[in-house]
């Protein structure tokens, strides 16, 4: 397979003068060092291009497709984001209705607002424990089709951030039923199809449109991502066009060279890494089993296929029934223990962990998670001082459609005085971003109390602001 990095090394060392961006020039300013920028240039002579891919680009595209076992794939430089904006504004044209999780993430949402697209949303059942929402079931997609014949395409999440897998293979047919494409947001699933026992990747299960963040959960620099296209149900045309429109004109070749790398690694050495992989995650698995207060969401191998599930990777530890936060959990694991977890929820935390973890990760999540949980054991609450029960999650009710709504004049106002006034903005809560409430839904009093409830534990809220006590939001005018 062609190696990005040696051409780009081959190039700073090759005597060639640069009259060509970046204006770096290749050396040392200020703390960007020369080895970073050595490396970092753009089109140039020999190096092809990512917006009509002739050369080495197009050959590593097709090593991406042939190992993810697509038809054809796309590199992407601006994340999973900017393959998910192309994926839906290809598959749907403008004014048509798409059928989607509402965990989605919130690219969707922009592309349903760029797209001027309708939006029926489907809400998978939550896990009551963690607050979270499970995987989509192959019924409710059937049901929601049945439901509205206007629908044009399907998106779903798969795995969702804390790493529920849903039956790709099922939904795919019951959607290619309709004659219309199934466009799967894998983000958190770049691992999938690669290594002995973890399921396989949507393209295999039949989605006319995959989207891998190759930099979540493979060794690659942030950014990074893929696209994959496979059937006639995609205008391929249609595609590069948005990919165009989405992307940069001046593609990282750092990034680019991250992901070649990437690809190398899951064509040679990659399975005996995945093995090593599972079995250090599967034994930390198996010790936090003596956890009597914390509940860990369980990692239940899936088959070979995609079928529903949790994938590896993924720890997501509630603090439900402790008397304490996610927050407070993922503080007491940041200042204590130096453990930098990836995100705090109301009830629940969540960590990653890839190939590239060394062993001391597993060692010291472990060790700090059996103490906590040993402390609380003898009874020592003493950092443990609050919790939020679940309810039932808000289904908002949306009064405008999100691409007219988000056009609207709108004004800041209290949040407490805003309940039945439309939004103005996206709500939600960072990470991962899905909304809790579009442009156009209507705020509710639970709603209220629920983002206080966040920013009183300490929680990020996008699309509010406190000032002088007061949370403010947008509405519509
Ligand atoms: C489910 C999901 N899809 C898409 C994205 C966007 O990915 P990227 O950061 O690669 O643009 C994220 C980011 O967190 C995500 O969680």
């Known amino acids: 397979m062609d190696n990005l990095f040696q051409m780009l090394k081959e190039n700073r060392d090759s005597g060639r003068y640069p009259y060509h961006m970046p204006g770096h020039k290749r050396h040392a300013c200020g703390d960007l060092t020369g080895e970073l920028c050595g490396l970092d240039i753009t089109e140039i002579d020999g190096f092809d291009n990512l917006h009509q891919p002739e050369e080495i680009l197009l050959r590593l595209q097709r090593e991406a497709a042939r190992l993810y076992k697509a038809e054809e794939s796309f590199f992407l430089v601006n994340g999973s984001t900017a393959g998910i904006l192309a994926a839906v504004s290809a598959a749907l044209d403008r004014g048509k209705r798409i059928l989607m999780t509402r965990s989605c993430h919130r690219a969707a949402y922009h592309a349903a607002y760029l797209r001027g697209l309708e939006i029926t949303y489907l809400y998978p059942p939550l896990l009551s424990d963690f607050g979270i929402f499970d995987a989509v079931a192959p019924e409710q997609v059937k049901e929601a089709l049945e439901a509205d014949s206007e629908i044009g395409a399907v998106l779903l999440v798969s795995p969702t951030y804390e790493g529920r897998i849903s039956d790709v293979r099922s939904i795919a047919e019951i959607v290619h039923k309709k004659g219309i494409p199934l466009i799967v947001d894998e983000a958190h699933g770049a691992h999938l199809g690669f290594g002995r026992g973890l399921p396989g990747n949507s393209c295999m299960a039949g989605a006319d449109l995959v989207i891998h963040s190759v930099h979540k959960t493979l060794p690659a620099l942030t950014q990074t991502g893929l696209l994959h296209v496979n059937g006639e149900r995609i205008d391929r045309e249609k595609l590069r066009r948005f990919l165009r429109i989405y992307q940069t004109s001046s593609p990282s070749y750092l990034l680019m060279a991250s992901i070649g790398n990437v690809l190398r690694f899951l064509d040679s050495e990659c399975e005996k890494a995945f093995d090593v992989f599972s079995q250090a995650y599967a034994e930390m698995m198996m010790q936090l089993r003596e956890c009597k207060h914390f509940k860990i969401l369980p990692w239940e191998r899936c088959s070979v296929l995609p079928g529903s599930g949790q994938d590896i990777g993924k720890l997501v530890i509630s603090t439900k029934g402790t008397g304490q936060s996610g927050r407070k959990l993922y503080d007491l694991l940041l200042r204590r223990y130096g453990l930098q977890l990836e995100m705090a929820a109301e009830n629940y935390v969540l960590a990653m962990f890839t190939v590239n973890d060394s062993p001391e990760g597993y060692r010291r999540m472990t060790q700090a998670l059996l103490e ?106």
């Open 372 to 477: 906590l949980d040993r402390e609380m054991e003898a009874g020592d609450k003493k950092f443990f001082d609050c919790e939020t029960e679940y309810g039932a999650m808000e289904r908002p009710v949306s009064r405008i459609p999100l691409a007219k709504a988000w056009d609207m004049k709108s004004e800041t106002a209290a949040l407490t005085e805003s309940v039945g006034c439309c939004a103005g903005e996206f709500v939600s809560l960072y990470p991962p971003g899905v909304p809790v409430l579009v442009p156009g839904e209507q705020i509710t009093e639970a709603l209220c109390q629920r983002i206080k409830s966040w920013l009183e534990s300490g929680l990020t809220v996008q699309g509010v602001e406190v000032r002088e006590g007061k949370i403010l939001t947008r509405i519509i005018k």
